[in-house]
């Protein structure tokens, strides 16, 4: 059996539901697609995504608290029954006649965890999300399977893998990602630690969900947070994080600190601009997480 897990906050997600829902029916095994909401407050939303019950094997949970998506996930895979669990973001879209095949298709190939791809729309989605969408297609070099499989634990990603539920739940998401960021990366690193195989495929799903500059400059402040958090567990396997020992080793910290304390309100300035640069969007990282 097959189980489809989506945590959503306040997205709609009934058509991606849906378009799973027509593969798997054509697949004809046992599924059941399980949404859950994790502290939605937004009842069009909730109301929207409430016709997946209306799917045959499809479920809506409602969840009062926002607990994170570590915790959501978890809660999804204890409550799943499948042997098999494929997980994605609520923002995702599905790009092919053939995605449940190709995941159904490897189940047999030995691995415990199979992670597909996140391929980005061709164009800016929307005029005020320039400085994700700029960071998404420079991300796309580093996500080819072919690229990931030679770095498989670093490069695990949640946005949409399928792993056995029983690794799932030996190996659960780590809780203390309560906030946005880094709950992959630490992921990745506990799937090594147990000797789990984690193989990555071209199987895409397309990202849609585009936050808007300020929104992504603040989330990628709560990230560092998190990071700042857990730095001990993290920081040798993040590029933030090695960069980050580079400038300790080298007794730069308070000088970086100076030059960003400086240069931050130009550095805002140009990021929720039109025109963002990611040299300033790394500089402007490693200045916020220095000075935390």
Same mark, same amino acid.
């Given at each position: 059996m097959i189980s489809v897990l989506i945590p959503t906050y306040n997205y709609v997600c009934y058509k991606l539901a849906c378009d799973l829902h027509r593969q798997l029916s054509a697949y004809g095994g046992e599924y059941e697609i399980i949404v859950a909401e994790d502290g939605s407050d937004n009842q069009e939303t909730i109301t929207e995504n409430d016709k997946v019950t209306m799917l045959s094997g499809c479920v809506h949970l409602v969840r009062k608290e926002?607990?994170?998506? @570590?915790?959501?996930?978890?809660?999804?895979?204890?409550?799943?029954?499948?042997?098999?669990c494929i997980i994605m973001d609520s923002d995702a879209e599905v790009v092919s006649d053939d995605y449940i095949r190709k995941y159904a298709g490897c189940m047999t190939?030995?691995?415990?965890?199979?992670?597909?791809?996140?391929?980005?729309?061709?164009?800016?989605?929307?005029?005020?999300?320039? !400085?994700?969408?700029?960071?998404?297609?420079?991300?796309?070099?580093?996500?080819? @399977?072919?690229?990931?499989?030679?770095?498989?634990?670093?490069?695990?990603?949640?946005?949409?893998?399928?792993?056995? $539920?029983?690794?799932? !739940?030996?190996?659960?998401?780590?809780?203390?990602c309560t906030e946005y960021g880094?709950?992959?990366? /630490?992921?990745?690193?506990?799937?090594?630690?147990?000797?789990?195989?984690?193989?990555?495929?071209?199987?895409? /799903?397309?990202? !849609?969900?585009?936050?808007?500059?300020?929104?992504? +400059?603040?989330?990628?402040?709560?990230?560092?947070?998190t990071l700042k958090k857990i730095e001990g567990s993290l920081l040798p396997y993040?590029?933030?994080? $090695?960069?980050? +020992?580079?400038?300790r080793a080298a007794h730069l910290t308070a000088l970086v600190k100076v030059i960003y304390r400086l240069a931050r309100p130009l550095l805002r300035y140009n990021l929720l601009g039109n025109r963002p640069d990611l040299t300033f969007f790394s500089f402007y990282k490693l200045g916020y997480f220095l000075s935390l």
């Open positions: 926002n607990i994170g998506r @570590a915790r959501i996930i978890n809660y999804l895979v204890r409550e799943a029954k499948g042997e098999w190939d030995g691995a415990d965890v199979f992670v597909g791809d996140l391929v980005n729309p061709d164009s800016l989605p929307q005029a005020d999300a320039t !400085l994700r969408y700029k960071y998404e297609k420079a991300a796309e070099r580093f996500r080819t @399977a072919e690229f990931r499989n030679h770095h498989p634990f670093e490069r695990f990603c949640t946005f949409n893998f399928m792993a056995r $539920r029983d690794t799932l !739940l030996e190996v659960p998401f780590d809780e203390r880094y709950e992959d990366t /630490l992921m990745g690193l506990e799937l090594k630690r147990h000797g789990k195989r984690v193989s990555h495929i071209d199987n895409p /799903l397309r990202h !849609l969900g585009f936050d808007s500059n300020a929104v992504f +400059l603040r989330k990628t402040e709560t990230a560092l947070h993040t590029g933030m994080g $090695r960069l980050v +020992l580079r400038i």
